[in-house]
């Protein structure tokens, strides 16, 4: 029988599967391309030089034994690296590299019109000369550790985040992904870490991006040809931070190329820092080999703030600003703003705007006014114990039926309902829903909440049950 570039490396493929992980495998192996077989040389199509010097690097013994064993002992190797197109160059970029002197494996010398041998990576911030350019961190030097005060809600995820600081890549929060509601400090305690480490070790590569700046930037990539070096570039940053990560749901794209960015990142030492509204069970729309990775280090919590860190937090506050404000005053605040520490800070700045334009004194009342103003604003988070109850009343069941096991259409449906406004007004995780709703897990209240989305669209009837729950749920 005779071989063929494909058969051949089928079978290097088969033997290489059984010898390494299989998302080592997925990863670095089912991207490759048989392209020629000539004599005892294979020549296989890579995606980008990283990619095969990483393979070089780490697979090279693998790929000598493989082809050996189908190829005999003149067995040699040629790589053909297929790189993104220039823009109006229709011909696609390719260049031979022979494999390296550690393979034994010698390569063909084949002469193909290459215009750039070691094309510059290009920088998504518009850097050029990324090799010799000091790449800009996008941190904010004001949301540092000083301002990000400890307390029980925030503990775990401010001490592995200075753990982090201390020693990037060397630790086991790798990913250190920082999960909590809107308003909490995810964003500051993201930034705080990077400014620790730039501090802490100047010459490494930092680098804050949002995950909807970093879509936009891939995007371009797409458009302009030139995604293996917006790939490259991310690959060469020590410290990565993506700030809302639950942006990419739903992109397919944008997931592959961060899947890709974030293997070699990790698998190189580097450090990668996370934040998301929503812990990784309760993302939606994310590919399970993200998900995976997301889970490899630390996920940690920020939870709403207690009394005496809201306390601690307008005293800070105030100290920062230079600004003195009677006792009761910041009781009144801390008592009445709970859940948000972004709102907190922000009637504080009002305030004292107020007190200083109109040259009021800082006042129990001026602050009771700011705080009103501020709590109407501001969607009522309502409790899961109320969201049962309305939600039984306007069924006529009790609330132990409406968590009981049985299968019956109507009860079946207020529960799905009252899981599906629990997801959308409190801030509670889909397995703390599950949990308080009849010992449900997390998988039963997505499916709910998809459930009640569908029959919105088709069910007149059950249209007006959405409508009319939701208008006695925000009265």
């Given at each position: 029988m005779n071989k063929t570039a494909e058969s051949v490396w089928n079978n290097c493929l088969a033997f290489i599967e059984d010898n390494i992980t299989s998302q080592a495998y997925k990863t670095w192996f089912e991207p490759i391309k048989a392209v020629k077989l000539a004599d005892s040389a294979l020549s296989i199509q890579v995606p980008s030089k990283f990619f095969y010097e990483w393979l070089e690097e780490h697979y090279v013994k693998i790929l000598k034994v493989a082809?050996?064993?189908?190829?005999?002992?003149?067995?040699?190797?040629v790589y053909i690296i297929r790189m993104e197109n220039t823009y109006g160059n229709k011909q696609p970029f390719t260049e031979k590299i022979p494999s390296s002197n550690?393979?034994?494996?010698?390569?063909?010398?084949?002469?193909?019109?290459?215009?750039n041998k070691s094309p510059e990576l290009k920088n998504p911030f518009v850097i050029p000369g990324i090799r010799n350019v000091k790449i800009e961190s996008q941190l904010n030097p004001n949301y540092n550790f000083e301002n990000f005060l400890e307390g029980d809600s925030n503990r775990l995820a401010r001490s592995a985040g200075l753990a982090v600081a201390n020693?990037?890549?060397?630790?086991?929060?790798?990913p250190l992904l920082i999960f909590g509601g809107v308003g909490l400090g995810k964003t500051h305690l993201?930034?705080?870490?990077?400014?620790?480490?730039?501090?802490?070790?100047?010459?490494?590569?930092?680098?804050?991006?949002?995950?909807?700046?970093?879509?936009?930037?891939?995007?371009?990539?797409?458009?302009?040809?030139n995604r293996n070096d917006f790939i490259h570039f991310y690959q060469i940053i020590d410290v990565l931070i993506v700030d809302d990560i639950q942006l990419f749901s739903g992109?397919?794209?944008?997931?592959?190329?961060?899947?890709?960015?974030?293997?070699?990142?990790?698998?190189?030492?580097?450090?990668?820092?996370?934040?998301?509204?929503?812990?990784?069970?309760?993302?939606?729309?994310?590919?399970?080999?993200?998900?995976?990775?997301?889970?490899?280090?630390?996920?940690?919590?920020?939870?709403?703030?207690?009394?005496?860190?809201?306390?601690?937090?307008?005293?800070?506050?105030?100290?920062?600003?230079?600004?003195?404000?009677?006792?009761?005053?910041?009781?009144?605040?801390?008592?009445?703003?709970?859940?948000?520490i972004r709102e907190l800070e922000g009637a504080i700045i009002s305030l004292i705007a107020h007190s200083s334009f109109n040259k009021k004194e800082i006042t129990i009342e001026l602050a009771r006014?700011?705080?009103?103003?501020?709590?109407?604003?501001?969607?009522?988070?309502?409790?899961?114990?109320y969201i049962q109850k309305v939600v039984s009343d306007y069924f006529q069941m009790d609330v132990d039926t409406l968590?009981?096991?049985?299968?019956?259409?109507h009860i079946v449906?207020?529960?799905?309902?009252?899981?599906?406004?629990?997801?959308?007004?409190?801030?509670?995780s889909l397995a703390s829903i599950g949990s308080q709703i009849g010992q449900r897990d997390h998988a039963t209240v997505l499916h709910a909440c998809k459930t009640v989305d569908n029959l919105s669209s088709t069910d007149k009837q059950f249209r007006k049950y959405v409508e009319d729950l939701s208008k006695k749920l925000t009265l």
């Open positions: 082809l050996t064993k189908e190829l005999g002992p003149k067995a040699k190797l550690r393979s034994n494996m010698q390569s063909q010398e084949v002469d193909v019109p290459v215009k020693k990037p890549g060397g630790t086991s929060f790798n993201a930034h705080a870490i990077g400014v620790d480490i730039k501090d802490k070790y100047p010459e490494k590569t930092v680098l804050y991006i949002s995950a909807e700046k970093f879509t936009q930037q891939y995007i371009e990539s797409v458009r302009k040809n992109k397919a794209g944008t997931q592959d190329v961060f899947f890709h960015v974030f293997n070699h990142l990790h698998q190189n030492g580097k450090q990668v820092i996370l934040t998301s509204d929503k812990a990784p069970v309760d993302m939606i729309d994310i590919e399970q080999r993200l998900l995976s990775r997301f889970k490899w280090g630390l996920s940690a919590e920020l939870n709403h703030p207690d009394y005496d860190t809201r306390v601690a937090i307008i005293e800070n506050k105030l100290y920062r600003d230079g600004v003195e404000m009677p006792g009761e005053i910041i009781e009144f605040l801390a008592n009445n703003i709970k859940t948000n006014k700011i705080v009103e103003n501020y709590v109407k604003h501001t969607k009522r988070e309502v409790s899961i114990d968590q009981s096991k049985t299968r019956k259409r449906q207020a529960r799905q309902l009252a899981m599906f406004f629990a997801k959308k007004y409190t801030k509670a």
